[in-house]
């Protein structure tokens, strides 16, 4: 899932095509994909960008009268732009919906058979809040409001790090390199942290948002991200996606653990003291072979 540099930089690119950009038409290709009907996408024909911003993990284009066309690209969506006139030539059923401007094409696919992509019309500033998450900005807030917040639930820092709820944008790929930054377990309980442990978690997630967030705009400064480029799997991530990888730090193999759709990753050298943590299915099935250390 696109997460907070990755949406920073779509906002980027989308605001320097589409502020001042009257919408001429709409097309919708999956009619699953709009959530919405009052107002009707219609009344966005005609009607100019006035802004753009990130809404948690969302996409927010303002238009005039108070419009506001919220997309939330979810694990597999994505968006891509064509200049000028040019048609998008699409295969297989990736297409959900098109926004057609005078400068050109923005187009928003999705990969996969789950779709779970979502465009949402609402009108004013309420009804646009409705949709954000409530989770704190952590590129904007101060180490105290951080602290509050990362300490309001004992849950695993990683948990909390992930939660939308409490922090705004942060998901699986980009918590993996933060605990990683900050030499921190991901299982560690939020409330067992020390002040120095939560300082440090603070300034590892501001530099490596930040970080990203100048290295995806640099990499795509003179042309939009295509087909693969925006991903949760970077060959230079220190540990996400890089099982049994070594760890750039200290050389040890990347362990993970894994849930659901996802797998958490980390190095157990650098962030839990060379033990291992256990993987529920794993270790269930090794029982007492499941090693416990690197050694």
Not at 263 to 282: F, I, M, P, W
Request: charged fraction near 20%; hydrophobic fraction near 40%; include cysteine.
């Amino acid at each position: 899932m696109p997460e907070l540099p990755d949406v920073e930089l779509y906002v980027h690119l989308l605001r320097e095509r589409l502020v001042g950009q009257t919408l001429v038409t709409t097309r919708i290709y999956n009619p699953f994909v709009l959530r919405s009907v009052d107002p009707p996408l219609s009344v966005l024909q005609g009607k100019s960008v006035v802004g753009l911003k990130r809404l948690g993990k969302r996409v927010v284009i303002a238009f005039e009268d108070h419009l506001f066309l919220v997309i939330h690209l979810m694990i597999a969506g994505r968006f891509r732009w064509n200049d000028g006139a040019v048609e998008f030539k699409l295969g297989g059923k990736i297409a959900m919906a098109a926004l057609r401007f005078a400068n050109g094409t923005l187009l928003l696919t999705e990969a996969g058979s789950k779709k779970r992509a979502s465009i949402v019309l609402v009108r004013g500033e309420a009804a646009l809040a409705s949709h954000d998450p409530g989770g704190i900005d952590v590129l904007s807030c101060t180490f105290e409001q951080f602290c509050s917040a990362l300490v309001s639930e004992n849950h695993s820092v990683k948990d909390v790090l992930t939660n939308p709820h409490v922090f705004s944008g942060i998901g699986n790929a980009y918590s993996d390199e933060i605990l990683h930054h900050a030499r921190l377990s991901p299982i560690k309980k939020t409330r067992a942290l020390t002040e120095i442990e939560i300082r440090t978690l603070f300034n590892s997630v501001v530099s490596v948002l930040r970080t990203w967030t100048d290295k995806l705009q640099s990499q795509f400064a003179n042309r939009f991200p295509g087909a693969g480029d925006i991903t949760a799997f970077r060959p230079d991530f220190a540990v996400h996606g890089r099982y049994g990888q070594p760890c750039p730090d200290c050389g040890k193999p990347v362990q993970r653990i894994q849930f659901a759709e996802n797998e958490l990753n980390y190095c157990a050298e650098c962030q839990n003291g060379g033990r291992v943590l256990a993987d529920r299915s794993l270790s269930r099935l090794l029982k007492g072979d499941f090693p416990r250390s690197l050694d």
